[in-house]
């Protein structure tokens, strides 16, 4: 009998205890400074600095542009000026335990959203890799630059340019850069995007060979190119019968190539397993 009156004591004891912890009441100003005070007086030494993280995080978590994962030093009458309803009636422990939840929940929303960032950075890049591959399968074969002699005796520029259609599509429109450079001079003569209209189109495996007349009141009618000048001709790009663009996913940028390394190390390993 002694040892359940004890034990009835002892839980009394222990109940008064629990309900005797000081609680933050935000009713008012004057009421907030001085509970939360009092409630960080009433814990232990090492777990202040916890509590003051916690009051922060959980006054600045609805606020949008504050960092709560990395909350500044505040004094009582700032964190009572953001305090809110959620905090009225708190103990300590009860603060830092809601404040850990709402660390948890936004490290497991910024998760979520840095993996879909992820996949969407994954899917452009291995668009762009995908179709720089193919347009790589239409080939310039020979691309020479001369001038020749109009019939009214003004310089006349030519580009003869030989292509090979080694792709599965036929194509209607090509989009060149043209580079015209000489062993003597450190600036290209032409660096000019243009395109060419096919006549008829080229057909998957087709080879086709022209001569097109570049615009003479350009750079390309400069009579001080040499003979020996080189011509480089680059694809950038290729319209179907239909006018339709296609192989022109863009690549990434250096910021956004930049990111996706950065969310390869920290998320890549989610990303995988979430997609198995």
């Not at 300590?92 to 929940?105: F, K, M, P, Y």
């Amino acid at each position: 009998m002694w040892s359940l009156r004890l034990s009835a004591i002892l839980l009394s004891v222990l109940m008064l205890a629990g309900c005797s912890d000081p609680k933050i009441d935000t009713s008012s100003m004057p009421a907030s400074v001085v509970s939360v005070e009092k409630v960080r007086e009433s814990l232990p030494a090492y777990k202040r600095d916890d509590f003051d993280q916690g009051l922060i995080i959980m006054a600045t978590a609805t606020f949008n542009g504050i960092d709560i994962l990395n909350p500044h030093r505040m004094n009582a009458a700032e964190i009572a000026e953001l305090a809110n309803a959620q905090m009225h009636g708190l103990t300590g422990d009860q603060v830092i335990r809601r404040a850990d939840e709402i660390l948890r929940q936004r490290r497991s929303r910024e998760r979520e959203q840095a993996i879909r960032t992820l996949t969407r950075l994954e899917e452009k890049h291995a668009n762009a890799v995908h179709d720089k591959q193919q347009l790589a399968r239409f080939t310039i074969d020979e691309a020479l630059f001369y001038m020749t002699q109009s019939p009214y005796g003004a310089p006349e520029p030519v580009i003869d340019l030989t292509v090979t259609n080694g792709t599965e599509r036929a194509v209607s429109t090509l989009f060149l850069r043209g580079v015209v450079t000489s062993t003597d001079r450190s600036v290209p003569w032409v660096d000019e995007s243009f395109y060419y209209v096919i006549p008829g189109g080229i057909e998957p495996g087709e080879t086709l060979a022209w001569s097109l007349a570049p615009n003479r009141f350009g750079p390309w009618g400069n009579a001080q190119i040499p003979d020996a000048a080189a011509l480089t001709i680059t694809l950038e790009g290729v319209q179907g019968a239909d006018d339709e663009s296609f192989w022109d996913s863009p690549a990434l940028t250096e910021n956004e190539m930049a990111r996706l390394e950065r969310l390869r190390e920290e998320y890549g390993e989610i990303a995988l397993s979430s997609a198995e």
